[in-house]
């Protein structure tokens, strides 16, 4: 493979000459909030290792107790805020500079707002001081925010630079997350269009920390990027075909994908409204397991459902699993692509640490027409034939990304009229019916599957979404955990030559050279029916700690 310079790897989408001139300016005012004393030498930048995750540990740029605080989750975080062993701004002051120098790395922040969070998280240390408590579950964390999601003050856009707009208000999440004692301190690095799993905006494209030749993942590549470099402890993202997931999984951090309309929406920038073919989710992105549960009872704890009569109220139930046996299903493969030889090797592994436990009972779960399905999502996404997508680039006189042009391009897309919509909804009915009859018929609570056919992907290379975009369909929730396991090139070999299952699978096989992905981290995903979020947190929980055991 031929080497790229750094310079090259985090350069953003082109454009006519007004749309490059708006995007240098863009540019050059975010990086005119980034402050002298956290620019890294130059002789870092010129040549940074593939492997930049170590760097805010040895630059020189954060104290001790800066590196200390960076490396808590934020359920420690807040548990020590609220135990007055923590102030909010010495919190979001070390997340803040680490995410400075994140950034520098691997382009993942579109807006850095240091300051703003300091004024945040004074009041909140003044409110503790008066009251001698805290203001919420969620007082003086930091949380980083995907840039799509409206924060007041901040830049913000739908995916394109023509979609680009400073918020006048928040959007209920973030407002909610506001009124719970959230700190905002930076927003994320998305794709062009919001739907690649790849992250390469204006902005730039954001590199997978671990491997700075592998994508972070999308669509909110910059959310996973930024907690895997530990500049965030707590982010949010969302979710409409695997973007929550993938970049969790790509970064070894955690994300989980609620059922959809359970979380609130309303105000997120997007170029689609209206269109409710499928749902997207938000939802954490974090770094340990116990943190997407401190999200979703924080956040749901705040009833959305009485500001958005969209969102459903559908209260979040932890079961406890030492009174019930759990009954996993193992889904190798969907029938469609066969994962890469680590994400196999994850899934051999967890098989036979359950199946060595007294807590689980183990199955093979069989994939029940998943090619079917994911064609039908994919037509879903894009019912007006992608007319909507070439307008705003041609608005804002920006170059088509190559994935951009194979999401909405034939045979899944095509323009549809009123009939041709309903009977498509018809199709994707149907198809819920028959997988939810299916899922009864295997007789298990969760499933265990790969959240994408190997670990991160080289950059423009994701051209299938089936691992996660299944579940979307079916409005399954799931969470991404990593395994602990990372790709490595002595084991991680096909045993003998793959036969190909299908077209995809031919072009995951071709992907495939094992000392390219040396490093990346190896997760899988814990899956369930729709409204069991409960019990996705409960059994990822059993799972994780007997894989690791």
């Known amino acids: 493979m031929a080497t790229v310079s750094f310079k090259d790897k985090i350069k953003g989408v082109g454009g006519d000459a007004l749309y490059e001139a708006k995007a240098r300016v863009l540019l050059e005012q975010l990086e005119a909030k980034i402050p002298a004393s956290l620019r890294l030498p130059p002789a870092i930048l010129a040549d940074p290792p593939l492997d930049v995750t170590h760097i805010p540990e040895t630059c020189g740029l954060l104290t001790p107790q800066e590196l200390t605080i960076t490396e808590l989750d934020a359920t420690t975080v807040c548990q020590k805020i609220a135990a007055g062993e923590l102030t909010a701004v010495e919190t979001v002051t070390a997340f803040g500079k680490r995410a400075a120098i994140a950034h520098q790395l691997t382009a993942c922040l579109t807006d850095f707002f240091l300051d703003e969070g300091i004024k945040q998280a004074q009041q909140l240390d003044e409110y503790f001081r008066k009251e001698g408590k805290v203001i919420g579950p969620l007082h003086g964390l930091p949380i980083s925010v995907k840039s799509h999601y409206?924060?007041?003050?901040?830049?913000?856009?739908?995916?394109?630079?023509?979609?680009?707009?400073?918020?006048?208000?928040?959007?209920?999440?973030?407002?909610?997350?506001?009124?719970?004692?959230?700190?905002?301190?930076?927003?994320?690095?998305?794709?062009?269009?919001?739907?690649?799993?790849?992250?390469?905006?204006?902005?730039?494209?954001?590199?997978?920390?671990?491997?700075?030749?592998?994508?972070?993942?999308?669509?909110?590549?910059?959310?996973?990027?930024?907690?895997?470099?530990?500049?965030?402890?707590?982010?949010?993202?969302?979710?409409?075909?695997?973007?929550?997931?993938?970049?969790?999984?790509?970064?070894?951090?955690?994300?989980?994908?609620?059922?959809?309309?359970?979380?609130?929406?309303?105000?997120?920038?997007?170029?689609?409204?209206?269109?409710?073919?499928?749902?997207?989710?938000?939802?954490?992105?974090?770094?340990?397991?116990?943190?997407?549960?401190?999200?979703?009872e924080a956040v749901l704890g705040a009833n959305p459902a009485l500001r958005d009569p969209d969102v459903l109220p559908v209260p979040l139930k932890v079961p406890d699993l030492t009174q019930k046996k759990l009954r996993v299903g193992i889904m190798m493969h969907d029938g469609v692509v066969m994962p890469h030889p680590p994400t196999i090797r994850a899934l051999k592994l967890v098989k036979a640490k359950l199946e060595a436990s007294s807590e689980v009972e183990v199955v093979d779960y069989i994939p029940y027409d998943h090619d079917r399905g994911y064609s039908i999502i994919r037509e879903l996404y894009y019912e007006d034939g992608g007319a909507t997508v070439r307008r705003f680039l041609k608005e804002g006189g920006e170059d088509m990304h190559p994935l951009t042009e194979w999401v909405i391009s034939p045979p899944y897309v095509k323009d549809h009229d009123t009939a041709q919509i309903w009977k498509l909804r018809d199709q994707r009915d149907d198809f819920r019916r028959e997988y939810s009859d299916h899922w009864w018929s295997q007789n298990v609570d969760v499933v265990i599957c790969p959240p994408y056919q190997g670990t991160a992907s080289r950059h423009d290379t994701a051209k299938y979404w089936g691992y996660t975009a299944i579940w979307n369909l079916l409005d399954y929730p799931g969470a991404v955990f990593p395994t602990g396991l990372v790709a490595d090139p002595a084991v991680d070999i096909y045993q003998e030559p793959p036969s190909p299952m299908s077209a995809a699978d031919e072009y995951n096989i071709s992907l495939y050279d094992a000392a390219i992905f040396k490093g990346a981290p190896v997760s899988l995903q814990t899956v369930s029916r729709r409204f069991n979020d409960g019990l996705v947190l409960a059994a990822q929980d059993v799972i994780e700690r007997i894989l690791k055991s």
């Open 150 to 296: 409206p924060l007041k003050g901040t830049l913000g856009c739908g995916g394109f630079l023509a979609h680009m707009e400073t918020s006048t208000e928040d959007c209920d999440m973030t407002s909610i997350l506001r009124s719970l004692g959230a700190v905002f301190y930076v927003k994320t690095n998305q794709p062009q269009s919001l739907m690649h799993l790849e992250s390469q905006s204006t902005y730039g494209r954001v590199l997978n920390p671990h491997n700075t030749n592998l994508t972070p993942g999308g669509s909110s590549g910059g959310e996973s990027a930024l907690i895997a470099m530990k500049g965030s402890c707590m982010g949010i993202g969302t979710d409409g075909g695997g973007s929550i997931r993938a970049p969790a999984a790509h970064c070894g951090i955690y994300g989980i994908r609620p059922s959809s309309r359970t979380t609130p929406t309303d105000g997120l920038l997007f170029y689609h409204h209206g269109q409710d073919g499928v749902f997207a989710s938000t939802g954490p992105m974090c770094r340990s397991a116990r943190d997407m549960r401190l999200f979703l």
